[in-house]
């Protein structure tokens, strides 16, 4: 079907143009155009070898739910890209540059929820954070896709989380976590923590440091490393991160984060916050949770994503676990972990038939997982721990259950389930019947 929409012209930079095509393939050039308070340009130069063929580009986010930011496509010369039945972006023959807008609104502090990653302008349009997933077109049916994104030129700074061997910053596979760009004038800090060198970026870098959030977040990126690394060194690939920090008054809501392949978008409490305790406290178990997620998925590497329910109920244990390592109001951080872990709640559901929910009905699916699902691994955890034999309990087993092979239908591998079977403990054997089967002993 054609857009109806009047479609602004846009100017590709010179350099472009000018560039080898085959040899700048491979690239998202951005441009942050001045007096257009934080849009964004994009363009991408095609490979020379499909130029006779007819190709289609969406972006990826609109797989997850997410709003796409793409405006005005079109290839060079100004010719429009139209769209088919299943709104997919059509480059015809001979295109050989598509280049597009990003619409990237400027939006309040204190305002914008980290859980619905968007690319925005922020700090009065100051600079702005590029959500790739929304923002960036990527080829449908396996297409050659490009591997960095650059600034178009070196008076465009660009910050992501992983550096390109050639320069610029590594977009991640179609099949990866989404990630973060940074562009324009933002305040940013690197830190060397273990393993990881971390890049953050944030609305109000100074009043994150001064909230201690940049020392919080190192001691629970330690702390979660040693739990889904184990005695494993960090592979090298995935040692880089980007970390963003956007500031959420209480009036618009809860605290939330999301997490990417190697980024990392989280709120921090502002504004007046008369429950300011707990409100950190929040914020904090929202950071760990993220943050497992991430490790989570890079320690499975090619393997499948965990299911969801196994995703969301480990993040959560232990991001209220890496909570008593931060949290500065003890009693605020166990009144948190006490809503969601509950050995006297009773179970509704066995938490395999969780899975199906979260495709039917996500909010419900989610707080099963995060409240009946945490403290099952709690109450294993707890289990485990019974005796000396097994005092690192749960830690033990959760690097190598990332690796696992999982089934589709949600249910933990056999493997380990036989581990702790094996174990022939029935405080454990209690745990499972009660949670995975819904038979109490």
């Known amino acids: 079907m054609n857009t109806s929409r009047a479609m602004a012209r846009l100017t590709l930079p010179a350099l472009w143009l000018a560039a080898t095509l085959a040899q700048a393939y491979g690239h998202y050039q951005v441009e942050r155009p001045a007096g257009e308070g934080g849009a964004l340009r994009v363009s991408l130069i095609l490979p020379q070898d499909a130029l006779p063929e007819l190709r289609r580009f969406y972006a990826r986010g609109v797989d997850w739910g997410l709003e796409s930011q793409v405006r005005e496509p079109q290839c060079e010369g100004g010719f429009r890209l139209e769209q088919d039945d299943y709104g997919y972006w059509l480059a015809p023959p001979g295109c050989r540059v598509i280049s597009w807008r990003v619409d990237a609104p400027l939006r309040a502090e204190g305002s914008v929820s980290a859980s619905a990653p968007a690319s925005m ?87 994150v440091q001064r909230l201690g959030l940049l020392d919080a977040h190192g001691k629970v990126l330690k702390y979660l490393a040693h739990v889904v690394y184990g005695a494993v060194p960090v592979p090298k690939d995935q040692r880089a991160l980007l970390v963003v920090w956007l500031g959420l008054d209480a009036a618009h809501g809860p605290t939330g984060a999301t ?46 994503a965990l299911p969801d329910w196994v995703s969301e109920s480990l ?73 000396a034999a097994d005092s690192h309990g749960l830690d033990a087993y959760i690097p190598a259950l990332l690796q696992m092979d999982f089934a589709e239908d949600g249910r933990l591998p056999e493997a380990f389930l036989s581990q702790l079977h094996a174990l022939e403990r029935e ?15």
């Not at 921090?268 to 949770?289: C, F, I, K």
């Not at 605020?332 to 495709?359: K, Y």
């Open 259 to 304: 997490a990417g392949g190697r980024s990392l978008l989280l709120n921090y409490p502002t504004g007046d916050q008369p429950h300011a305790a707990e409100n950190l406290a929040s914020s904090l178990a929202s950071l760990a949770h993220g943050q497992f997620q991430q490790l989570a998925g890079a320690r499975r590497g090619p393997h499948p």
């Open 427 to 441: 405080p454990v054997d209690a745990v499972l019947s009660k949670y995975l089967s819904g038979e109490a002993q």
């Open 315 to 387: 993040a959560q244990y232990y991001g209220l676990r890496a909570l008593d390592h931060v949290a500065p109001d003890k009693a605020a951080a166990t009144r948190l972990s006490q809503r969601f872990i509950d050995p006297q709640r009773e179970v509704t559901l066995p938490l395999p038939d969780v899975q199906p929910l979260f495709a039917s009905d996500r909010p419900r699916a989610l707080e099963m997982a995060n409240r009946q699902g945490a403290t099952f691994w709690a109450q294993l955890d707890r289990a485990l721990r019974s005796t």
């Open 121 to 207: 302008a922020l700090a009065a349009g100051d600079w702005t954070l590029l959500s790739e997933p929304t923002s960036l077109l990527r080829p449908i049916h396996g297409g050659p896709a490009a591997q960095t994104l650059h600034g178009a030129t070196a008076q465009t700074p660009v910050l992501g989380a992983s550096p390109g061997q050639s320069g610029g910053w590594q977009v991640p596979q179609a099949s990866a976590g989404l990630e973060l760009y940074l562009m324009g004038a933002a305040r940013t800090e690197r830190r060397q923590i273990g393993a990881f060198d971390v890049r953050h970026g944030a609305d109000d870098l100074q009043r």
